[in-house]
């Protein structure tokens, strides 16, 4: 995926005229109306798979995926990472992955296509590591003024953050229009664009400025945009402040992106852990998260790659499945207030046997799990299980298998 520097400079060129004509947008799938249930399509083990590496394991599943009903599959990172699981990003232009290869991900993404579902790319430009160092970035090559000049690095020549510090990777300065925002906008769009995304999945917007993501969505134009915006705080008693939070940040994107339902996350983590089901309906009559006040722009939510608990079963997040009950809340229409709508959902693609315990044993932490969406028109879609146990040999017993409906939850059902 290397470009030449000819090539480089000619995209910079078209880019800095496409970015001063671009005009702010809400995409598609935000814009009210939407049909949209993105399923996350990684976990944070996924990095270990090889044999297939985890791209082909995607690719095994492209069917089932779309026979789901999911309509969006949100990808892992896909840039050259420090960090296996993507998100220490170093060479940005290069698309070989513990996930994969470049040409294993633009095929997987091909297929996902051809069957109608999307895909959705991880954007981590909070920050960057060197290729051999703290801050000696290549592909594409960026000085030091690429840095903020409060980095823990003490090498950054770039003006102050405008987000929260990342002490892992070195804030961007995204004010600097030359390197950083140039050489986002042409990595979005001619070295992610190509492989086939169409939406975007912002990491750590608290680190940087809302108003930079509403520029790069803009340029990049997505059917979709979600950021990970969590508030500072999550106070049960005032719930309000932290679904301003988010509504803040998606108002200084411009409305060029939505943002995640962090709100309903917390309220549901109270709900089934303590059974305060009553404080999913507000007083008026709405969801209590972010749904309640700006539904077309909220995600709703349930749990990813690095929310989930693990307390059992080794190591990784793995009581998802546990918590795809949850996700029966959130793809429900009813769950939205506006049950002639399925606002976007998103749960996450179960793991196979990759975290399976060291000692081989019996335990299975991962019980049946039944996913599906309810059709405007009141109908079930298709629901199928995926059963895991630690001791089952990987095979045909971990394929995905057709089960029986069952009864579904919905906030009617709870209060
Ligand atoms: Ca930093
Ligand atoms: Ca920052």
Redesign the pocket.
């Known amino acids: 995926m290397k470009k030449s520097t000819i090539v480089a400079l000619l995209a910079a060129g078209m880019m800095t005229s496409m970015a001063a004509t671009t005009q702010a947008a809400t995409p598609t799938q935000q814009a009210g109306g939407s049909t949209a249930i993105v399923l996350q399509g990684f976990h944070w083990n996924s990095a270990n798979y090889a044999g297939p590496d985890w791209y082909n394991t995607l690719l095994n599943n492209v069917g089932d995926i779309s026979t789901m009903g999911f309509t969006h599959v949100w990808f892992p990172p896909p840039s050259d990472s420090s960090a296996k699981e993507g998100y220490l990003p170093r060479q940005l232009n290069k698309l070989d992955s513990k996930y994969g290869s470049a040409a294993e991900l633009t095929n997987v993404v091909s297929a996902f296509k051809n069957k109608g579902v999307k895909s959705i790319v991880d954007v981590v430009v909070n ?1 960057r590591v060197g290729t051999t160092g703290w801050s000696d970035f290549t592909n594409p090559n960026w000085t030091t003024y690429s840095i ?1 000049n409060g ?3 003490n090498c950054g020549l770039g003006n102050p953050d405008t987000g929260q ?7 961007l300065d995204h004010k600097n229009v030359g390197e950083v925002q140039n050489g986002i906008v042409n990595w979005l769009n001619f070295t992610l664009k190509p492989v086939g995304f169409s939406g975007l999945r912002f990491d750590y917007v608290k680190g940087f400025g809302a108003n930079y993501v509403g520029q790069y969505a803009n340029a990049f134009a997505p059917d979709f945009c979600v950021g990970e915006m969590w508030p500072d705080s999550f106070d049960l008693n005032n719930l309000n402040a932290n679904r301003q939070a988010i509504m803040d940040w998606i108002n200084g994107t411009g409305s060029s992106c939505g943002a995640f339902d962090f709100t309903t996350k917390g309220i549901l983590n109270d709900a089934l852990a303590n059974g305060n089901y009553w404080r999913l309906k507000a007083t008026d009559g709405k969801p209590q998260g972010a749904i309640g006040w700006w539904p077309a722009m909220s995600v709703t939510f349930v749990d990813n790659h690095d929310t989930g608990p693990a307390e059992s079963c080794g190591t990784g997040q793995n009581l998802w499945a546990v918590r795809l009950g949850a996700g029966r809340l959130c793809v429900h229409p009813v769950a939205s207030g506006h049950p002639d709508r399925v606002l976007p959902a998103h749960l996450q693609l179960e793991p196979q046997d990759a975290d399976r315990g060291a000692d081989g044993g019996a335990q299975e932490c991962r019980r049946d799990v039944d996913v599906g969406r309810r059709h405007p028109a009141g109908h079930a879609g298709p629901v199928r299980g995926h059963r895991h146990r630690h001791d089952a040999p990987a095979g045909d017993e971990n394929r995905p298998e057709q089960l029986e409906p069952r009864r579904r939850l919905d906030l009617a059902d709870v209060g």
Do not use: N, Q
Request: proline share 0%; hydrophobic share 25%.
């Open positions: 920050h903020v980095d823990e690095c510090g990342f002490s892992a990777g070195r804030d």
